[in-house]
């Protein structure tokens, strides 16, 4: 039979099909909404790639969610064994089986049936009709379709019978998902496989594989065309987590409209936050590199400490020691952890307990992260990915970790190993951090008079200004600083060659203070004696001033003596001119 018009116009590509969200994360933003609604998918995969669970949690979602009861037709596990398997995702399938929203028929043929071979879907239909009368089904779902079309006796009577479903579904505008089994080839498209042909019937294809990359499983998946609707092409990881399936998509979307803030918060290292300009910026991804012991970790348990004591709640992910051992090795250079951990506000976990590839990790770590309500994050070390699958992944998986703590405004802080050095041998898949990064810190061993010493140093820092200086590292039992910069002859000091310059530095200085105190009790001196001999100098002052004013007064005296004598002789003589007997 060909396609009638009707259906062929159901397949233009110029209409644009609405969609029945999967409840599938990020497979809903691949397909930008879901499934085509009314219409049939086909999904293929090998064998444990999660056809069977994606068909569940297509139908929980739908009865959840969108309030569209389902049924789901399973044609190779019993319908008892399929509820079995689905517990572990809490989805409460017999709840929803209770309330009519999600029915189980059990279509797996019977051993005459197989020997016969004679047979046709016309049964099947009828049974399915009269159930979505009971239940207004809109959704189903068809588990292990090729089970039943094997045993056709040839492709023609295959591809007439697949037909007749499809038109079946059309007719009745059911969103209908067909599971087939792939051969396991890695083909990279449907039509290479044995039931190929179903891909051109219908609407929608998605490709689910599962490979083996350096002993770690990776599963990945894949739209290879959906009629009437734009789509990501590309090829993408998912996991199979505690929840169902969920899809790891690069959120560009999520990148543009993350929030941005110029607050600032504290490294937990008070001259570190001086050279960035005041501390990393909340939300933002700091990346510290550095060779082992360099105190990757040390910077790391300063940062959660400091979260900690402005009441932020962090998440510690350690991927080289146990949680007891970061607290009691923090414990020996003066941050203590110990107590934020009884409080609740950290969390330590050990990456040792999580297994399987990256995706698992980002993933993993994604779901401690919302359930501790953490506003900080640290991972140490981040390049113990890149052993967990190829090198192709790896990018990927940065790029996803850092666009989703952007998008739920965490603030990330991870160590790498010298992977992200330019210029160096990689140990394993690069991750490319560092091109992500707001900030990246680099820690190195500088090695002089025989000593080898801590250096600090901060590569780039996005938004801010910050220093272009060397710094050495000093750990102690008091805590972690950073020491001043000390150079000569063009060559940072540190470790005993700083310690001897600063002696030098801190004598001389003394000397200097030691002669500058002379000088002073020396011309203090010298301003007493100025002092007895400007009172001295006053003192014979004041008396020659007091003789000056006596002789004054004794001239004066003299002078009116003198002019009261000359007075009384003028008046004697002038008396006897009066009177010449007198004389």
């Avoid at 069977?52 to 009861?69: D, K, N, S, W, Y």
């Avoid at 004591?309 to 051992?325: I, K, P, Q, Y």
């Avoid at 200086?469 to 002859?489: I, K, N």
Wanted: aromatic share 6%.
């Amino acid at each position: 039979m060909t396609p009638t018009g009707k259906n062929a116009a159901r397949s233009s590509p110029a209409r644009s099909p609405a969609k029945a969200a999967t409840g599938i994360p990020g497979l809903d933003e691949i397909t930008r909404g879901g499934l085509p609604r009314g219409s049939t998918t086909l999904l293929g995969g090998g064998p444990g790639s999660g056809k069977t669970i994606f068909g569940l949690q297509f139908l929980v979602h739908g009865a959840r969610a969108c309030r569209e009861p389902g049924i789901f037709v399973a044609f190779e596990e019993s319908s008892k064994r399929t509820l079995a398997n689905a517990e572990a995702f809490g989805w409460n399938l017999p709840e929803l089986q209770r309330r009519k929203a999600l029915s189980f028929i059990d279509a797996r043929p019977s051993g005459d049936l197989v020997r016969s071979g004679d047979f046709d879907f016309g049964g099947l239909l009828a049974a399915l009709q009269a159930r979505i009368g009971e239940t207004k089904a809109q959704r189903i779902v068809f588990d292990a379709l090729d089970i039943l079309l094997a045993l056709l006796p040839d492709t023609a009577a295959r591809k007439r019978e697949v037909y007749k479903l499809h038109e079946w579904l059309a007719e009745r505008e059911l969103t209908g998902l067909i599971n087939v089994k792939t051969d396991g080839t890695e083909a990279p498209t449907l039509n290479e496989q044995p039931y190929g042909f179903m891909q051109f019937m219908v609407d929608c294809a998605v490709i689910l594989n599962q490979n083996i990359v350096r002993g770690v499983s990776q599963r990945s998946l894949r739209v290879q065309k959906y009629r009437g609707s734009g789509f990501d092409e590309d090829e993408a990881p998912f996991l199979i987590g505690d929840r169902g399936l969920e899809v790891a998509m690069a959120r560009t979307a999520g990148r543009a409209g993350a929030r941005v803030s110029a607050e600032r918060i504290s490294s937990g290292i008070d001259r570190l936050d001086t050279m960035l300009g005041g501390g990393y910026f909340r939300g933002a991804s700091v990346l510290i590199t550095g060779s082992p012991g360099t105190a990757k970790t040390t910077l790391s348990g300063a940062f959660a400490e400091a979260a900690c004591r402005r009441g932020e709640r962090t998440l510690f992910v350690s991927f080289d020691s146990n949680c007891a051992e970061v607290v009691r090795n923090l414990a020996s250079v003066g941050i203590r952890l110990q107590r934020w951990v009884k409080n609740g506000s950290l969390r330590l976990v050990s990456a040792r307990t999580i297994t399987g590839s990256a995706e698992g990790y980002v993933m993993r770590v994604r779901t401690l992260a919302k359930e501790h309500r953490a506003r900080c994050l640290v991972l140490d070390p981040v390049s113990a990915w890149s052993n967990s699958g190829g090198d192709l992944t790896a990018p990927g998986v940065a790029d996803r970790l850092i666009d989703w703590a952007k998008a739920d405004g965490v603030t990330l802080v991870c160590t790498s190993l010298l992977d992200e050095i330019p210029g160096r041998a990689p140990g394993g898949a690069r991750l490319q951090v560092s091109t992500l990064a707001d900030t990246w810190i680099h820690l190195s061993y500088v090695v002089q008079a025989g000593e080898r010493n801590r250096g600090l140093s901060i590569i780039k820092s996005r938004g801010t200004a910050h220093s272009n200086q060397v710094r050495e590292l000093v750990l102690s039992d008091e805590g972690v600083t950073l020491a001043d910069t000390s150079s000569a002859g063009g060559e940072v000091l540190m470790g005993t060659m700083r310690w001897e310059k600063e002696r030098a530095e801190r004598f001389a200085k003394e000397s200097a203070e030691a002669t500058g105190a002379l000088k002073r009790v020396q011309l203090d001196a010298e301003e007493a004696e100025i002092e007895v001999r400007l009172k001295s100098l006053q003192v014979e002052r004041a008396a020659k001033q007091v003789e000056k004013a006596l002789l004054v007064r004794a001239t004066e005296s003299r002078e009116g003596e003198l002019l009261r004598g000359r007075s009384r002789m003028r008046e004697m003589r002038g008396a006897d001119a009066a009177n010449p007997e007198r004389k």
